[in-house]
């Protein structure tokens, strides 16, 4: 079991920055694959960032050229990091692990981009 807990939420303006970092309970490895998705209110959950297991990274065609993953598997962590902030962007974001057949969420960090 790894309990996964995001932080670095909160209000922007249109155009500012966050970095969202998840901290895992336990050791995140380089065979795992880690990501973020988002659910807006009353929208399907997306996936907007996955590094795999080979250290490639695939994002979500609204995110791309804006948002960055990364992982610190020493310190247990990945990380996003999201520029250039658009209002569409507000929403829970969740970071993920997963391990062969298995995967684990965090509860999620509330982003809301304002004015």
């Known amino acids: 079991q790894v309990q996964l807990v995001e932080s670095g939420g909160g209000l922007v303006q249109p155009g500012g920055s966050l970095r969202l970092s998840c901290a895992a309970s336990?050791?995140?490895?380089?065979?795992?694959?880690v990501g973020w998705s988002r659910q807006a209110p009353g929208k399907q959950r997306e996936r907007v960032a996955t590094m795999s297991t080979s250290g490639s990274s695939l994002y979500a065609n609204s995110v791309k050229g804006r948002f960055t993953i990364s992982r610190d598997n020493a310190k247990n962590s990945v990380f996003l990091q999201m520029n250039n902030l658009k209002p569409e962007d507000t929403a829970v974001y969740y970071c993920?692990?997963?391990?062969?057949?298995?995967?684990?969420w965090g509860q999620g960090t509330q982003v809301t981009v304002s004015s």
């Open positions: 993920y692990v997963a391990r062969g057949t298995l995967s684990w």
């Open positions: 336990r050791s995140i490895f380089s065979t795992d694959a």
